[in-house]
Nanobody, 115 residues
Framework: QVQLVESGGGLVQPGGSLRLSCAAS????????MSWYRQAPGKERELVAS????????HYADSVKGRFTISRDIVKNTVYLQMNTLKPHDTAVYYC????????WGQGTQVTVSS
């Protein structure tokens, strides 16, 4: 059974940092594209960052380039999203996704950027 469990969200002031984690089980972790999405209230879910299988190539939304970094630890079967210089418009529920033939999603973790 595939499970994705996110953690690391919370309340942070503008300019602050957070690191999200997504622990995966039940999949061959290194052979799956892993992604982070976010959904703000009243908006559609959007891709934030993804990391490829094998070559670990990365892709970022323009709005987070230079501030967010996605990485994966194949020993821990975990993908991370380091978020720096956070802004109020980064406020959203962040979801981890495993791009298996039938994609799997985590339950989400809330990130709130506010003073």
């Amino acid at each position: 059974q595939v499970q994705l469990v996110e953690s690391g969200g919370g309340l942070v002031q503008p300019g602050g940092s957070l690191r999200l984690s997504c622990a995966a089980s039940g999949i061959t972790f290194n052979s799956v594209v892993m992604s982070w999405y976010r959904q703000a209230p009243g908006k559609e879910r959007e891709l934030v960052a993804s990391i490829g299988k094998f070559t670990y190539s990365t892709h970022y939304a323009d709005s987070v380039k230079g501030r967010f970094t996605i990485s994966r630890d194949i020993v821990k079967n975990t993908v991370y999203l380091q978020m720096n210089t956070l802004k109020p418009h980064d406020t959203a529920v962040y979801y981890c996704k495993a791009s298996t033939p039938n994609p799997y999603w985590g339950q989400g973790t809330q990130v709130t950027v506010s003073s």
